[in-house]
């Protein structure tokens, strides 16, 4: 079955990175789209960006512009999520998404991975 | 635009409807044709349950619909029952393939 698993928890100190890790299996990975939705404590879903996993072709919101980068590794059926000058406001749940289908990106979402908490702490 | 707005909380005893509201803008959800909902219980991940306006994926009883009228977009869950209590969100496309999600609503069954 499609499954999304992604790395474990960290936690970080504020200004550093963080990178989370997300190993797809089930599917041909080429096929579909990729995102990354984040969720504060207790807050909404945010969406933060996509990866057209064929081609490698990026889009982010503009909440995070400068500050977040989406790669992937075809070889190794991942995506990647590095967020850079982590604040306290970080602090959330990040999720990757794998949308309903092959396009246009940003149509809807039918797996879920697990989530991974990031804290962000001094 | 942020988030797409939606009712903080609703409530329902069980075998009553509710329906949430999601209001966007011709941005997203007046302007697009890719409007889903999510339901969410505590500690877990997002579900979904109905994409496309109002197409439901397998599985999910057929109690839930969604719809659309200009800018807002609708679930109703028609017959409430117990294990429905839990957090609904929106989702649309927005112009140039974004992704806009709303407020989040707490669905209570009394």
């Known amino acids: 079955q499609v499954q999304l698993v992604q790395s474990g928890a960290e936690v970080k100190k504020p200004g550093a990175s963080v990178r989370v890790s997300c190993e797809a299996s089930g599917y041909t990975f080429t096929t579909y789209a990729l995102h990354w939705v984040r969720q504060a404590p207790g807050q909404r879903l945010e969406w933060m960006g996509w990866i057209i996993t064929v081609s490698g072709k990026t889009k982010y919101s503009q909440n995070f512009q400068g500050r977040l980068t989406i790669t992937r590794d075809t070889s190794a059926s991942t995506v990647y999520m590095d967020l850079t000058s982590l604040t306290s406001e970080d602090t959330a749940i990040y999720f990757c998404?794998?949308?309903?289908?092959?396009?246009?990106?940003?149509?809807?979402?039918?797996?879920w991975g697990q989530g991974t908490l990031i804290t962000v702490s001094s | 635009q942020s988030a797409l707005a939606q009712p903080r909380s609703v409530s329902g005893s069980p075998g009553q409807s509710v329906t949430i509201s999601c209001i966007g803008t011709s941005s997203d959800v007046g302007g697009y044709y890719y409007v889903s909902w999510y339901q969410q219980h505590p500690g877990k991940a997002p579900k979904l349950l109905i994409y496309d306006v109002n197409r439901r994926p397998s599985g999910v009883p057929d109690r839930f619909s969604g719809s659309k009228s200009g800018n807002t977009a609708s679930l109703t869950i028609s017959g409430v029952q117990p294990e429905d209590e839990a957090n609904y969100y929106c989702?649309?496309?927005?112009?140039?393939?974004?992704?806009?999600f709303g407020e989040g609503t707490k669905l209570t069954v009394l």
């Open positions: 998404v794998r949308q309903g289908i092959p396009s246009p990106p940003g149509n809807w979402f039918d797996t």
């Open positions: 989702c649309s496309e927005a112009a140039t393939y974004a992704v806009i």
